[in-house]
């Protein structure tokens, strides 16, 4: 693919302006008190499923660098709170960690081509040392983000239970996982797409092939996601999108695509193994979906803890 012809999907699928000169929550826009109202008409079991990675030293980063896993520590230890005869005493804690070790949002900041962030701001004056002025993960956190979620189960639908690490997935596969399931992705949904490669760490403790080429949407998925009006896209391995990538020489594109240039947050880690069975086995691949991000000022992530309720 050419240059010029990766600029054609991005002039597609863009959301600069749409819902203002200024607004930094994107496709988030689209989830209206309507879709969030339609969500809670999900619930109809009210089984929860976690769909989120711990956070501590066991984590999914294979080593120091950039991204590495939690250090937690005490700073506080039973601490007496005074000299009463019942020793009413505190423990305090604390944790260093990247915001997007493991289960995560990615920011509409957290990518750019261009010299811009998504609508248009220019990444020069909005990325600082202290973070991110414009497209920060605050933005997403004020209404924080619950709306109706689609599982669309590509592994199962293909017969298998972890997609090979050099699958790409295009609109037909996520049209066929969704006629299997029965549902119609739509405006303000939000995507959960299982590959099965969080098996890879969860039940196989390979930290390293987890982080490496691994199976995911192509950079083709991009206007299908924006033909529909999708809110967000999740997915159980590290990038949402297949890596090391389906279009030689371009690093990541549908990040670009999505994030940049659509407005789009992307969920990366999200175990999604236990709430697949259970879709499986009541045919059912729809449900409540709230994943909250943390008010991290300026941030360019967040860790999540993410639930499908049924």
Same mark, same amino acid.
């Given at each position: 693919m050419s240059e010029a012809e990766f600029r054609e999907i991005a002039k597609r699928v863009c959301n600069w302006g749409r819902w203002g000169a200024d607004d930094e929550r994107g496709t988030l826009n689209l989830i209206t008190p309507e879709v969030v109202k339609r969500a809670a008409g999900c619930v109809r079991r009210g089984r929860v499923f976690?769909?989120? @990675?711990?956070? &501590?030293? =066991?984590?999914?980063q294979p080593g120091a660098g950039l991204r590495f896993n939690p250090l937690h520590y005490m700073s506080a230890?039973? @601490?007496?709170? &005074?000299? =009463?005869s019942l020793g009413f005493c505190f423990s305090d804690d604390v944790v260093h960690m990247p915001l997007q070790c493991a289960t995560q949002w990615d920011a509409l900041a957290h990518v750019h081509y261009d010299g811009q962030i998504y609508n248009g701001f220019r990444a020069d004056e909005v990325l600082t040392p202290s973070g991110a002025s414009r497209g920060g993960i605050d933005r997403a956190a004020v209404d924080g983000i619950i709306s109706r979620g689609v599982l669309l189960d590509v592994a199962r639908q293909r017969g298998v239970e972890r997609l090979a690490p050099d699958v790409v997935i295009g609109p037909a596969d996520l049209d066929a996982a969704a006629k299997?399931?029965?549902t119609d992705p739509g405006p303000g949904d939000v995507l959960l797409v299982r590959t099965g490669h969080i098996r890879l760490f969860t039940?196989?403790?390979d930290r390293a092939r987890f982080s490496g080429p691994q199976p995911g949407l192509g950079m083709a998925c991009a206007e299908w996601l924006r033909e529909r009006?999708?809110?967000?896209?999740?997915?159980?391995n590290v990038a949402v999108e297949t890596l090391p990538g389906d279009?030689?020489?371009?690093?990541?594109?549908?990040?670009?695509?999505?994030i940049r240039d659509?407005?789009?947050?992307?969920?990366?880690?999200?175990?999604?193994?236990a709430l697949a069975r259970d879709c499986a086995e009541?045919?059912?691949?729809?449900?409540l979906f709230t994943a909250p991000p943390l008010a991290v000022t300026r941030g360019v992530g967040s860790p999540i803890n993410p639930l499908a309720v049924k």
């Open positions: 976690n769909l989120g @990675l711990a956070f &501590g030293a =066991d984590g999914p230890i039973a @601490l007496p709170l &005074g000299v =009463d299997a399931a029965g039940e196989d403790g009006d999708i809110a967000a896209v999740c997915a159980d279009v030689p020489g371009l690093v990541i594109p549908l990040h670009m695509l999505c659509m407005g789009m947050l992307f969920g990366e880690m999200l175990d999604l193994e009541d045919g059912v691949y729809e449900f």
